[in-house]
């Protein structure tokens, strides 16, 4: 009976390797629904433990797939920070097979987008397909529809990439004083 196994195997992983075989939400163009326009496709190489950063400035509901085409590349999204990380993010994927994350159109642009080259591998290869999804949002009865265009900040409030590191460091030595003082 052990011999008939081996072949078997063999139409199982040829069955695989054609694709009859591939895991749900593959990132295949047959599988993208008709509502999804391409906006761009993103390659690139990540080493172990670091992160490659990219902006997305495109209003409205986009949506990222990512497949790891070596190693194990996972996705990162921020709306407050341009540096998201696995400590710091709005939306994750982080699988061992193919990643997708949409991003709502409520998100304040530009997002920040985090790819993580996991640490099992020395080199992880990545590509993003990123799509603007043109399907009508659905909203909750019993929210408001979000306002357009970036949310309103008072006048003295800056945005945390635009405070500079000197100035961070003067009023932490200033709270310093007036604690040592006071």
């Avoid at 906006?39 to 990540?46: K, N, P, W």
Wanted: hydrophobic share 40%.
């Amino acid at each position: 009976m052990a011999a008939p196994r081996p072949p078997l195997l063999l139409l199982l992983a040829l069955l695989w390797a054609r694709g009859l075989g591939a895991a749900p939400g593959a990132d295949d163009d047959d599988e993208v629904p008709a509502e999804w326009e391409l906006l761009h496709v993103v390659q690139g190489r990540i080493g172990a433990g670091n992160y490659s950063y990219l902006r997305l400035s495109h209003e409205g509901r986009v949506v990222l797939r990512m497949r790891s085409l070596r190693g194990d590349a996972d996705l990162y999204v921020s709306d407050s920070t341009l540096h998201p990380s696995f400590d710091d993010y709005a939306l994750q994927s982080a699988t061992c097979g193919p990643d997708a994350v949409a991003i709502p159109g409520h998100f304040r642009r530009p997002v920040g987008i985090g790819v993580y080259g996991h640490p099992s591998h020395l080199e992880s290869e990545f590509e993003m397909r990123v799509y603007h999804d043109r399907s009508p949002e659905p909203h909750a009865p019993h929210a408001p529809a979000p306002a357009p265009g970036p949310p309103a900040r008072a006048p003295d409030e800056a945005a945390p990439e635009e405070e500079s590191l000197l100035w961070t460091v003067l009023i932490s030595i200033l709270k310093l004083v007036l604690e040592i003082l006071f």
